[in-house]
């Protein structure tokens, strides 16, 4: 490292020295062979912070009574709602569509675009969105989506990667439906214009992922979820269709046949409350990462508060697996600044290693990742091999420099821009030094329950997206998220738009929030909260980071 | 200066004088003062643009500009938040337009006003080289113009910049988008395999699984072959 100034203070520096040394070993010796099923088992019990005793409780009241859920969650959900039956004036109506679309991210925009090739008029779609249009945790992913199309893959065997990975928990009409959309998702991006990075022969890059047992990862760089969905934006506007930005939705709407139809909306710069009624909603609000459950820091857009999952409860709708929660291995743990952040997990598909502090691996790099991570708080915690940050986090070290010695030179500023841009603005440069990481928290393994027609339990209401639950049973694999945004938002503005032909809305109604207030009281909750609580509260001191209490 | 142990600095939030800890961002420092965004801020991870910030030194007459999100705050540093940028995206049918110079002209005229003054590659957050993927687009050339325009997020802080009153962000979606289309165009093995789900090859193998009891299916899944080499 002559010549190069490093990233890293002076008391880390024996440590790199090391992990360069062994990094030629290390890779000759392909790494360490995957846990047995027994193995796996045993580090989840003992080491994943879902297993961790007094960080979960029941729901204490409404159709999903008793589901264990961390208790971020279960306090979002025993909350009141922000209004009363008596402040809205149901009479009043200021949008009257067919098609209401509450969250801009992949899954509604991909929603919005499908009701309109259905059918629906552009001016009868009516999306909003809490922050921009486009702006969502879809936009941030940076690996990539899977779908098997390569001639030693297939929708089968991604099947089988998919419900293995989620501890068999998955509902298995969904994972059917995610697999055989897939590679129809990619076409459909194609010929909408999206940029996947392909072979000289034209062929599309496959890329390894945590649990997978194919190259089957497809990537735009590492921003695969801005370019998708800014061209979802693109053919958004293009098409015309309503949309409001900067207004969320706070409770549903419901009608005197038990439907839902339509959303009390909320607009965040004025603070006026409007009514939409539709004949068909459709929920894509995302998942929780801004609860921060366990105290954990983020990789989460800003809006990803859980505000659906509280929505669609109050409705009536079940949820589930809402018992395990996704902590990606590598979130940056150094420097502070960039802390949770997301170190793509495509840095091990396309060759760097994770090492302790003396540069020896500890575990196979591509287990599925909730074994992943369970593996790193071991290294740091039982067996005290982590590296501790200046600000008291323990961290082991991802060996990007091996990238290029496997791939080539080039490869990091080609495939990795943004990890490269963000870690340079730092002083590191991961061509040349590894970097820090420690599990982040990452994304919503359950959520309301659908089926392959995106329905819920509750007429009227569709669901898509991180805001569901069962297409990833208890743990999702890498690139399984953007898959899944696609192809039940596709088939949400599908279903959705045929249910808006025959749908008729009844006398418009807020008694559901009523009877929420009574399952309250029965079961005894006493509190202040309300909900959905819309924005993460940071101001003041809450924005210096916290420190974790992990074991 | 310190407090509670944290080395702080002053800065200027559109004017208004704060004191904050010096190793936070300008987005974490806005609300370490007490700022709650509703505009301004989104991913906060470098990813979406949403929080594109203008700031001038101490001591210096530059004006710069940074992702909120991305850029630390320094002592003295004076700051206004631009969290949106007025512009009007032109519509187009995507299935009917042509990979060409034209196709820019037509639709974003303006772009034959570009001064090559280098204003916006300067303004950009992500060093892109906006000028230059602005004229390639001007000759007609897609693929560069797609390729250097790729790592946009879209934040406007180019297009507040520019003297011709270009909205270079825009040029670049069409790039792209006209690169993935007609120039690369669709890939033959998903063409494929989308022929066969549709043929239902795949539906035996999937719906024997989906029958299958636990024990049956892990078996399967913890002996299944490994192919990623």
Known sequence: MSGYISGYPEYMQDSIRKVAEKRGSNLSSHGINAMTAEERQSILEHFHPDWKPNMKRPIAMGPSKGMMVPNEVADILEAHPLIKPSDIDLNHIDYDVEVLIIGAGGAGLSAALLAQENGVPVDQILMIQKLRLGDANSKMSQGGIQAADSSIDSPSIHYLDVIGGGHYANKPDLVEALVKDAPDVIKWHEELGVMYDKNPDGSLLEIAGGGTSRRRMHSCKDYTGLEITRVLVDEFINRGISNIEFTSAVDFIMDSKNQVAGAVLFDMETEEYRVARAKSTILATGGFGRLHIQGFATTNHYGATGDGIVMAYRTGAILRDLDSTQYHPTGAAYPEQIVGQLATEKLRGRGALPVNKNGELFVYHLEPRDIESSSYIRECYERDNGIITPTGMRAVWLDTPMIEIVTGPGTIEREFAAMFRNFKKFGIDIRKEPILVFPTLHYQNGGVEINPNTETSVPGLFCAGEVCGGVHGKNRLMGNSQLDLYVFGRRAGKAAAEHAKNASVGKLTLAHLDRYERWLAKAGVKTDRKSPILLPEYRGKKTLEHKLNIL | ?229
């Open chain 2, 1 to 229: 200066m310190t407090e509670n142990g944290n080395k702080m600095v002053t800065i200027y939030v559109m004017g208004k004088k704060q004191k904050v800890p010096a190793d936070l961002t300008i987005m974490k420092a806005m609300e370490y003062a007490g700022h709650q965004f509703r505009r301004g801020a989104g991913c906060r991870g470098g990813f979406c643009g949403a929080c594109a910030t203008v700031y001038r030194k101490k001591g210096s007459y530059k004006l710069q500009g940074a992702l909120a999100c991305q850029k630390i705050v320094e002592d003295g540093m004076i700051i206004a938040q631009i969290p949106f940028s007025p512009q009007e995206k032109v519509t187009y049918k995507i299935n009917e337009l042509k990979a060409e110079a034209n196709t820019f002209l037509e639709y974003y005229p303006e772009i034959a006003r570009c001064l090559a003054c280098n204003t916006c590659t300067k303004a950009c957050p992500q060093d892109i080289m906006v000028m230059d993927y602005v004229q390639s687009a001007l000759r007609g050339d897609v693929t560069q113009a797609a390729k250097l325009s790729f790592d946009c997020l879209g934040c406007g802080l180019c297009a507040m910049r520019c003297p011709a009153e270009i909205v270079p962000y825009n040029i670049g979606q069409l790039a792209r988008r006209l690169e993935s289309k007609y120039i690369e165009g669709p890939t033959e093995h998903v063409l494929k395999r989308c022929e066969e789900v549709k043929e239902g090859k795949f539906d035996a193998e999937i719906e024997e699984m989906m029958k299958m009891d636990k024990a049956t299916l892990s078996k399967k899944y913890n002996t299944r072959e490994m192919k990623i080499k």
